[in-house]
């Protein structure tokens, strides 16, 4: 499975932005996937997941009320809809498809990964 991702760019404070992760190689339909971040300097971060059904949307407490994940299974694909931008959201934004079907918080449940898209907010 081969993901990518993109729609990362530079935007200012209280922007929006929306994220797309494309699965190619094979289908995930069966499986939970994910978005993480990670900051210069700073430990990954789990962003949101989801399942393989679209079901238990989920989001990392700092992103939560801003942040919307979604998928289209029969398109392979995945976004997140990031809304009141903060600076503190600067980061690599990784997608991620589980080995399991759910979505998970832990980055050691995630098999296939995609390579990061940049997010910049400024101030």
């Known amino acids: 499975v081969q993901l990518q991702a993109s729609g990362g760019g530079l935007v200012q404070a209280g922007d929006s932005l929306r994220l797309s992760c494309a699965a190619s190689?094979?289908?995930?339909?069966?499986?939970?996937m994910g978005w993480f971040r990670q900051a210069p300097g700073k430990e990954r971060e789990f962003v949101a997941g989801?399942?393989?059904?679209?079901?238990?949307?989920h989001y990392g407490d700092s992103v939560k009320g801003r942040f919307t994940i979604s998928r289209e299974k029969a398109k392979n694909t995945m976004a997140l809809t990031m809304n009141s931008l903060k600076p503190e959201d600067t980061a690599d934004y990784y997608c991620?498809?589980?080995?399991?079907?759910?979505?998970?918080?832990?980055?050691?449940?995630?098999?296939?990964w995609g390579q990061g898209t940049l997010v910049t907010v400024s101030s």
């Open positions: 991620a498809a589980s080995r399991f079907a759910v979505g998970s918080s832990e980055p050691r449940n995630y098999a296939y």
């Open positions: 190689g094979r289908t995930v339909s069966n499986n939970g």
């Open positions: 989801i399942d393989w059904n679209g079901g238990r949307p």
